[in-house]
C-alpha cells in the first residue's frame, strides 16, 4: 500500500529522557487526482514541494490529543449517543468548540487515542501482519470501527452474536508477537492518527465512508522503558513522503501522499522536563507516606470466610485428557458474593512427559459469609453446625470425544484458617456386570451418579445412619488441592455457645472462659455461705 | 490499613522436556491492593544446569503491598520459556498459584501446562519448535473461558516465599 522511499520508511524507535506530553508534530496531506500523475513519478516527486496537489491539509499534533473527525463531531454533538465518561467529555469538548463557534478542527485528519474503544480484532489488523491479514483486500483500514463502537454503545439492544468470538488461542503468533511476548510485559499508549480518505466531491457522506479511513501514523509511547515507536518514522519535507492509492468507484483514482514532522522544541523540554521531575518525585513521596486505605470490616454478626482454592494436579488415573469439575454446596446461612463461582471447570489437560500426571494450576477465589443467627434456641439444631461441602468430579474426554467419569470426591471446607495441602482420593460407581465394563471401555458409556451430592454428608437425609451399604466402587486416583483461608469476624460477635465450634476463636474463647470463671466463683461463693449458715446458728450470733 | 510484605524467590524449575529454560513471573493482587515498594513483575536468566535435572534461578522476589481487604489476595503467575542453541525462544509452560494467606515461610509447587493445537500444529512443533501461545493471559484469569482449552502437562515451578502480614488482627481477622 505504501511506496516508501528507501530512507525513512521503518518504524522509528527513539529513547526519550523527557517527557511524552512535549512532543508535537505536524502532519501534511496532498490529496493529487489520478489524471494529474505520470507513470514515472517516483523520480519527479522527489523536490517533495509539488504544486499538482488538489487539496493541501496541515495540522499539529500533541501528544495523545483528541481530534475529532466530521463524523465524530455529528456523533458525539448528540447527547443521546454519550453515554460513558469518555463520551460525555467528548460532548463537552463538542460544545466548547461548537459555542466558540468553530466547526471541526480539520477536514479529513483525526486521531484516536487511548481512550477511544478500539476492538481487539482491529488490534491484531494492526499490529499483528497474520497471514489470515495479509489476504484481506483492506488493510490497515478502520472499516468496522464505527460499527463495533456502536455495538458496544448499544449492546443492551443488540444481538450479542454480532460481538467477535472471542478466541483465546493464537494459533499463528507472528514473529512480532513472539518476541513481544517473551519479553517483559508490554505497557504502551497508542495513538493512530487516521485519515479519511473519502471522496468529498461526491458527497457519499451517507455511504460506507469507514472503509475510507486509513491509519497514517501509529505512535506507540511505553511508560516503562520510556520508548516511543512511530510508524512510519518522522520524515522531512524534501522528501516524497508517504503514499497511498485508493480507487474510487467513479472510476476516479487518488493518491494521497503525506509527511510526518517531529517540532517538538528540546530546549524547553529539559527545563519544564526538571521540574516536573521534581514536582512528580514530591507528589509521589507524599502519596505514598500518607496514604490510608479503610479495611473493610464486616457486618455484625456475620463471618466472612475467604476461601483460595488451587486445583493443582490429578495423578493415577486409567484414562488421559482428564478435567476436573466442582460444585460447591452452601448451607441455608452461607452467602457467596459472587455465586457464579461457586461452580466450574477446569481445562481438558492431557499427560506430558510424566506419566499419570496432569496440571491444571486452576485458581479461583471466594467470599463466603455467615451470618449467626440469635433467634435459634434449640442448641441442638443442625442446621448450624451444616459447612460449606465441595464436590469434585474428574472425567476424561479422549479424542474420539468418549466421556467417562473417572472419579468422584467431596470435601468439607477446612475449619481453620491457614494454608491446606489437600490430597483428595477419588472412586467411582462399579460396573455391575461384564458387559458394562466391556461397554465402558469401547464407548465409554458408564454409570454415573444421578445425584452429584451424593458424595458428601446428605443435608436433607433425616436417617440416624448414613449407609452405602450394597454401593460398589473402583478406587481411581487422587486430586491435588491447595486450599487458603482466611476468617474475618465481625465486630461484636457475642458469645454464644452456639459458635463454639469454631474451635480458635480467640475472642469466643476467652470471653467463655472469663464466664466460666464468673460462674465458678459465684458457685463457690454460694457453697461458702451454705457452709458458714449451721456455724454461725451454733455460735448464736 | 493492613500490609502484607512477600519475600522470597522463584527456586527454579523440573520435569520440564528440556533443561535450558527462563521464566516470565508477575504477581496480580486485586483492586482493593496497592503497591507500596518492590516490583511486581519480572524475568529470570536463562538457566542450562550443567548436572542435575533441576534448573536453578534463585530470582529473588520482594515486595511490599497495602490493602484493604483479603479479596484479591496476590497471586503469582508464571511463563516459562525454552531457550535452545539457536537462540529460538518457544514457550513451556503457564501456572498460576496463590501467594500463601498465613505469615511464615511456604514451599511453594507450581505446575505448568501449556495449550495444544491441531494434529498439524504439533507435527510442526515437534520438530521446528514453536507452537502456539495465549492470545492474552487476562483470559484466563477469568476462569470462565478456561474449558476451552486443550492443555498438556508440563513440568513445576519451585517457589519459596516467607509472608509477613501486619495489622490484621486489628480488624478481626484470624491468621
Redesign the interface.
Known amino acids: 500500500m505504501f511506496y516508501k522511499n528507501e530512507l525513512d520508511f521503518m518504524p522509528g524507535v527513539y529513547k526519550c529522557y523527557g517527557d511524552v506530553q512535549f512532543l508535537r508534530f505536524k502532519i501534511r496531506l496532498e490529496i493529487i487526482k489520478s489524471s494529474m500523475i505520470s507513470f514515472s513519478n517516483v523520480e519527479e516527486q522527489e523536490t517533495g514541494l509539488d504544486p499538482q496537489y488538489n487539496e493541501r491539509e496541515e495540522f499539529e499534533f500533541l501528544w495523545n490529543q483528541k481530534v475529532f473527525s466530521p463524523r465524530e463531531f455529528k456523533y458525539y454533538s448528540d447527547v443521546r449517543n454519550c453515554s460513558t465518561p469518555v463520551e460525555n467529555e467528548y460532548y463537552n469538548e463538542i460544545n466548547k468548540l461548537i459555542s466558540g463557534g468553530t466547526k471541526s478542527l480539520t477536514n479529513r485528519l483525526f486521531t484516536y487515542t487511548s481512550k477511544d474503544i478500539i476492538p481487539i480484532h482491529l488490534h491484531k489488523n494492526i499490529f499483528y501482519k497474520e497471514e489470515s491479514c495479509k489476504h484481506s483486500s483492506q488493510e490497515n483500514t478502520l472499516s468496522s470501527l464505527f460499527q463495533q463502537r456502536l455495538c458496544v454503545l448499544n449492546e443492551k439492544f443488540q444481538d450479542w452474536s454480532l460481538l467477535p468470538v472471542?478466541?483465546?488461542?493464537?494459533?499463528y503468533?507472528s514473529d512480532e508477537?513472539?518476541m513481544q511476548?517473551?519479553?517483559?510485559?508490554f505497557n504502551c499508549e497508542t495513538m493512530y492518527i487516521v485519515a479519511d480518505l473519502s471522496d468529498k466531491s461526491h458527497n457519499s457522506e451517507n455511504t460506507n465512508i469507514n472503509n475510507n479511513e486509513h491509519i497514517l501514523v501509529t505512535i506507540k509511547w511505553n511508560k516503562k522503558t520510556h520508548t516511543l515507536t512511530v510508524v512510519p518514522d518522522f520524515t522531512s519535507l524534501n522528501t516524497a513522503g508517504y503514499r497511498i492509492d485508493v480507487d474510487m468507484l467513479s472510476d476516479t483514482r487518488y493518491v494521497y501522499r503525506y509527511w510526518l514532522l517531529n517540532i517538538s522544541h528540546i530546549e524547553e523540554e529539559s527545563r519544564i522536563q526538571k521540574m516536573e521531575k521534581l514536582k512528580n518525585e514530591f507528589v509521589t513521596y507524599r502519596t505514598?507516606a500518607n496514604?490510608?486505605?479503610?479495611?473493610?470490616?464486616?457486618f455484625k454478626n456475620t463471618i466472612n470466610v475467604?476461601v483460595?482454592v488451587?486445583i493443582?494436579?490429578a495423578t493415577n488415573f486409567l484414562c488421559d485428557n482428564l478435567?476436573v469439575q466442582y460444585f460447591i454446596n452452601l448451607p441455608s446461612d452461607w452467602t457467596a458474593e459472587k455465586p457464579?463461582?461457586l461452580s466450574?471447570?477446569?481445562?481438558?489437560?492431557?499427560?506430558?512427559?510424566?506419566e499419570n500426571?496432569?496440571?491444571?494450576?486452576?485458581?479461583?477465589?471466594l467470599?463466603l459469609t455467615k451470618t449467626l443467627s440469635h433467634n435459634i434456641q434449640n442448641e441442638n439444631d443442625i442446621s448450624e453446625y451444616n459447612w460449606p461441602q465441595f464436590f469434585f468430579e474428574i472425567c476424561s474426554l479422549d479424542s474420539w470425544k468418549r466421556f467417562r467419569v473417572e472419579g468422584y470426591s467431596w470435601l468439607s471446607l477446612p475449619a481453620s484458617?491457614?494454608?491446606h495441602k489437600l490430597i483428595l482420593n477419588t472412586w467411582r460407581p462399579a460396573s455391575i456386570s461384564q458387559k458394562d465394563e466391556l461397554k465402558r471401555f469401547f464407548i465409554g458409556c458408564d454409570p454415573v451418579l444421578t445425584d452429584f451430592t451424593y458424595p458428601g454428608v446428605s443435608v436433607n437425609d433425616n436417617s440416624n445412619l448414613l449407609s452405602r451399604y450394597g454401593f460398589e466402587t473402583i478406587s481411581s486416583g487422587s486430586i491435588y488441592l491447595?486450599l487458603?483461608?482466611?476468617?474475618?469476624?465481625?465486630?461484636n460477635v457475642t458469645a454464644s455457645r452456639k459458635c463454639s465450634h469454631l474451635a480458635?476463636?480467640?475472642v469466643t474463647t476467652l470471653m467463655n472462659s472469663v464466664n466460666y470463671i464468673l460462674e465458678a466463683f459465684k458457685k463457690a461463693r454460694q457453697r461458702m455461705l451454705l457452709a458458714r449458715e449451721p456455724i454461725l446458728l451454733h455460735t448464736g450470733i | 490499613?493492613?500490609e502484607v510484605y512477600i519475600i522470597g524467590q522463584i527456586l527454579g524449575a523440573s520435569?520440564?522436556?528440556n533443561k535450558s529454560l527462563f521464566c516470565?513471573w508477575?504477581i496480580h493482587a486485586g483492586g482493593?491492593w496497592?503497591l507500596?515498594s518492590g516490583v511486581k513483575?519480572?524475568?529470570t536468566q536463562i538457566d542450562d544446569p550443567a548436572f542435575g535435572n533441576f534448573t536453578c534461578w534463585c530470582h529473588p522476589v520482594d515486595i511490599h503491598y497495602?490493602?484493604?481487604?483479603?479479596?484479591?489476595?496476590p497471586?503469582i503467575h508464571v511463563q516459562v520459556?525454552h531457550y535452545d542453541k539457536y537462540g529460538r525462544?518457544e514457550?513451556y509452560g503457564?501456572?498460576?498459584?496463590?501467594i500463601?494467606?498465613?505469615p511464615g515461610t511456604?514451599k511453594l509447587?507450581?505446575?505448568?501446562?501449556r495449550?495444544?493445537?491441531t494434529l498439524h500444529?504439533e507435527f510442526r512443533r515437534y520438530f521446528l519448535g514453536?507452537g502456539?501461545?495465549?492470545?492474552?493471559i487476562d483470559?484466563?484469569y477469568s476462569?470462565?473461558?478456561?474449558?476451552?482449552?486443550?492443555?498438556?502437562?508440563?513440568?513445576t515451578v519451585h517457589m519459596e516465599f516467607s509472608v509477613i502480614l501486619r495489622?490484621f488482627t486489628?480488624?478481626?481477622?484470624?491468621?
Open positions: 472471542r478466541n483465546i488461542i493464537d494459533y503468533p508477537l513472539k511476548n517473551r519479553s517483559l510485559f505514598n496514604f490510608t486505605l479503610d479495611f473493610e470490616i464486616p475467604f483460595f488451587e493443582q494436579k478435567f457464579d463461582l466450574g471447570i477446569t481445562q481438558l489437560c492431557r499427560c506430558g512427559n510424566i500426571v496432569v496440571t491444571f494450576s486452576y485458581v479461583f477465589e467470599k484458617s491457614g494454608r491447595e487458603n483461608i482466611m476468617r474475618q469476624i465481625g465486630s480458635d476463636r480467640k | 490499613m493492613a520435569d520440564f522436556p516470565k508477575s482493593g496497592k507500596i513483575e519480572g524475568q497495602a490493602t484493604k481487604g483479603p479479596q484479591g489476595w497471586k520459556y525462544s514457550i503457564y501456572g498460576f498459584c496463590h500463601p494467606l498465613s511456604h509447587e507450581c505446575y505448568t501446562w495449550p495444544v493445537g500444529e514453536g502456539i501461545q495465549l492470545r492474552s483470559l484466563i476462569s470462565s473461558d478456561r474449558y476451552r482449552l486443550q492443555t498438556e502437562a508440563m513440568g495489622n486489628k480488624y478481626g481477622v484470624e491468621i
